[in-house]
């Protein structure tokens, strides 16, 4: 595996410390000294995060991301060490929103957001993502108008009941599906587009990140979207506002051209797309979500 940790025998104490917190059980103490065997370490960083004594390294697993916009605190919060009040209200205040001011977003705030969405967990730690950068408006609507001509295609399909039966016979009813649910509202915002010039995709956001996973990934698409969660959160801190704009996710997933000219490669999938920018929307207080009720097991 390449990222074998490196344990540095002077500095060890042989303390266990790391062996107790490897999930591969990669590590063993031989003489006293921890000592990494065979080749089932996934790079988790666990025993560095561990190790008191720092005699723990892994080559190109950086612990400092270089963030330029926030200070990096290297120490470990144990639970129940961050304030849940100020968590929940983090996650309670971002909003999905739809109003941009015109301002660019700085390409280092930008970097930073996709630095910290690569500290979400991944499946079997493959870190597979891919993060493309949107950073100007001029690039944001270049891709807005690639999305468009998609659903303008899908439109002309969607409302042929030829191409609905035809699709239906052969590919089952998520034509007719699309038809019934999107298609007016669809028309409307690409008239909106083309008559004012009014971006119900974007919603005149200067910036975007698209988050994708590499096909080789145990699960890409998870991955992808933990990763997004991160962004959205790290935003709104930063002073961003933020939107998942699963149209394009869309697009992108039915055409492949529209995925290959924006640079996405072919072993790779985007799995969301987030428009950043400064909102231009203000709110007094969080929204409400629908009290459910979780199923117990007897
Ligand atoms: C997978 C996904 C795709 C979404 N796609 C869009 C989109 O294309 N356009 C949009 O305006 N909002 C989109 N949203 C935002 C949702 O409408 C929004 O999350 C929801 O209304 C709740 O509002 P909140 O995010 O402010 O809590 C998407 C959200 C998710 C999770």
């Not at 977003?105 to 730690?125: Q, Y």
């Amino acid at each position: 595996m390449a990222h074998l940790p490196h344990i540095d025998q002077q500095r060890c104490s042989g303390c266990g410390l790391c062996l107790s917190v490897c999930p591969e059980q990669a590590i063993r103490l031989v003489d006293g000294k921890a000592e990494v065997g065979g080749d089932s370490c996934m790079g988790c960083g666990h025993c560095q995060a561990a190790c008191a004594l720092q005699a723990v390294r892994l080559a190109d697993m950086p612990v400092e991301l270089g963030l330029r916009h926030v200070s990096e605190r290297l120490e470990w919060l144990a639970p129940g060490r961050f304030d849940a009040a100020d968590l929940v209200q983090l996650l309670r205040s971002r909003r999905s929103v739809r109003t941009f001011q015109p301002r660019e977003v700085p390409l280092s705030l930008l970097e930073d957001l996709v630095k910290i969405g690569s500290t979400a967990p991944s499946g079997t730690n493959s870190q597979a993502w891919t993060f493309t950068i949107l950073k100007n408006r001029r690039q944001v609507e270049w891709l807005g108008g690639l999305t468009a001509a998609f659903f303008r295609r899908l439109n002309r399909r969607a409302a042929n009941p030829l191409w609905r039966l035809a699709a239906r016979l052969f590919a089952g009813d998520s034509l007719g599906r699309y038809y019934r649910r999107h298609h007016d509202s669809v028309a409307q915002g690409l008239a909106a587009w083309e008559e004012r010039g009014e971006d119900r995709l974007f919603h005149g956001a200067p910036a975007a990140i698209l988050v994708g996973g590499e096909s080789w990934a145990s699960c890409p698409a998870e991955d992808a979207l933990l990763a997004a969660g991160h962004i959205l959160l790290a935003a709104h801190s930063l002073g961003l506002s933020t939107c998942l704009i699963g149209f394009v996710v869309e697009a992108m997933r039915h055409d492949r051209r529209l995925a290959q000219e924006v640079g996405i490669g072919r072993h790779e999938q985007i799995y969301a797309v987030v428009a950043v920018g400064y909102g231009a929307e203000k709110y007094h207080g969080v929204a409400g979500r629908r009290l459910l009720t979780p199923r117990y097991l007897p």
